[in-house]
């Protein structure tokens, strides 16, 4: 699976939107752009994936760039809740049912 | 709400005894994945599992470490002797695969190993 680019780390105040970016230059056409998040001392969680067109949840809004290069996680209300680790990872259409590569992540602190 | 459990939630152990955690995958589930988490290198596959059968365990030192599903509700991973560089936290998934690789992956609590 390609490789992704995120901020190691972001802040954002209560209540505010958030956008958490993520770079992956080199995604192939037949990769599907999944996030998934880690709250403190839990698992890792889905949060939501696309192909090309934005896609919204009852989590978040996931915006894809028109070239697929880079796409952003939406929060549109940040919550205390929100704070966590946020990973975007590239799945080949291929990759059905198998592994998931976590890279850094970027961490979402949220204030009060 | 189907849940994958692990158990133990933690575990302190002291150097060379063995260690075995446990998972209890989502009803149904036909994959099951073993990932571990340290500081240093973040989050790496161990093992998974499709239909009970390994699928791919290059991410597990086979010297020390085992990986089984005795049944469709159950996975174990086990370390012996442990060593204190396997402190970590260890964390069970389960999935279903569906065409297009959109499937989604549900993660336990993870088992938080102490190796003195």
């Known amino acids: 699976d390609a490789k992704t680019t995120q901020p190691n780390s972001m802040e954002s105040n209560e209540e505010e939107p958030v956008h958490l970016p993520c770079n992956h230059s080199?995604?192939?056409?037949?990769?599907?752009i999944h996030w998934y998040r880690q709250l403190p001392s839990q698992g890792p969680e889905y949060v939501i994936h696309?192909?090309?067109s934005n896609v919204n949840n009852r989590m978040a809004s996931l915006a894809i760039a028109e070239d697929r290069k880079s796409s952003t996680l939406i929060l549109h209300r940040a919550t205390l809740r929100d704070a966590a680790v946020y990973y975007c990872?590239?799945?080949?259409?291929?990759?059905?049912?198998?592994?998931?590569?976590f890279g850094g992540g970027t961490r979402l602190m949220v204030k009060p | 709400d189907a849940r994958v459990t692990q158990t133990p939630r933690h575990k302190v152990t002291e150097m060379g005894q063995e260690v075995t955690m446990r998972c209890q995958p989502i009803?149904?589930?036909?994959?099951v994945f073993w990932y571990r988490q340290t500081m240093m290198q973040g989050l790496e596959l161990l093992a998974y599992?499709?239909?009970?059968?390994?699928?791919?365990d290059s991410g597990m030192p086979k010297d020390r470490f085992s990986a089984e599903m005795p049944d469709a509700t159950l996975a174990t991973l086990k370390i012996q002797p442990s060593e204190p560089r396997d402190s970590a936290v260890y964390f069970c998934?389960?999935?279903?695969?569906?065409?297009?690789?959109?499937?989604?992956?549900?993660f336990g609590p993870g088992t938080r190993l102490t190796v003195l």
């Open positions: 998934a389960s999935g279903l695969p569906l065409v297009g690789g959109t499937d989604t992956q549900y």
């Open positions: 080199t995604i192939s056409g037949t990769d599907y």
């Open positions: 696309g192909l090309t």
């Open positions: 990872i590239l799945r080949d259409i291929s990759n059905a049912g198998n592994m998931l590569t």
């Open positions: 009803l149904g589930h036909n994959t």
């Open positions: 599992f499709r239909n009970r059968a390994p699928l791919d």
